[in-house]
């Protein structure tokens, strides 16, 4: 009885392309390594640096080095250090003390309402601007909320309009700014914006937490 032996053919072998190096600049590039070491949460390995950078690992080595020894100097409050195989960012730990008693200072985030929401866009576009005004343009009555945004600092009195009953006019503070991490009201996100913070806010808490605006204002007209 003859036996037919089957033949497994091998398996080609696949050539990996070589890694196209981009050209940059030892200055670009240790701006680069930075950044990225400071902006990830886990532990970067020099293998994952190099080739997200597509540069050979003794420039990346080289670097890493300059930068472990530049941030672990005394003016630094920030180090560089190697932990489980790979590269971090943290603060140093003669400042945790200090920075634990600062954190435990910071305000939380201030979240309001969606009525507050939608009275403080109002204000914050059409400034200086009355309390009867605002009304106009919500269709609803605001007082309670006015109140809470002043209590808040986000908004201050802004004088009087030359107009029967002289009504106090809004602007937003300094506060305001502040919250929404604006350099001044020219950086205000623009109106589409703040429509999509109405559309994501949390139905059942009716409330919304004030994000810094993520692209330029849209020109007003």
């Not at 390594?33 to 640096?49: F, G, K």
């Not at 808040?152 to 506060?175: D, F």
């Not at 623009?190 to 993520?214: G, H, Y």
């Amino acid at each position: 009885m003859e036996t037919t032996e089957t033949l497994i053919p091998e398996p080609e072998t696949v050539e990996t392309p070589p890694v196209e190096l981009v050209e940059t600049s030892d200055a670009t590039l240790k701006a680069v390594i930075e950044a990225i070491v400071y902006l990830t949460d886990e532990p970067l390995t020099m293998e994952q640096i190099a080739a997200a950078l597509q540069q050979p690992h003794q420039r990346i080595a080289g670097i890493l080095e300059q930068l472990v020894n530049e941030f672990a100097a005394p003016e630094h409050g920030l180090s560089i250090r190697e932990i489980a195989g790979g590269y971090k960012m943290a603060t140093k730990a003669e400042h945790h003390e200090a920075v634990r008693a600062f954190v435990k200072n910071l305000q939380p985030p201030v979240k309001l309402s969606l009525a507050g929401l939608e009275t403080l866009a109002v204000i914050a576009y059409k400034q200086p601007i009355t309390a009867p005004e605002i009304m106009d343009i919500r269709g609803v009555q605001g007082a309670g909320v006015l109140k809470t945004l002043l209590d808040r600092k986000l908004i201050a009195a802004a004088g009087r309009k030359n107009v029967v009953g002289k009504p106090i006019l809004y602007k937003t503070t300094r506060e305001f700014l502040v919250q929404f991490g604006l350099k001044d009201l020219a950086e205000l996100p623009s109106i589409k914006e703040f429509e999509e913070i109405r559309r994501l806010s949390v139905p059942e808490a009716d409330t919304v937490e004030m994000p810094a605006p993520s692209a330029p204002p849209e020109p007003q007209d």
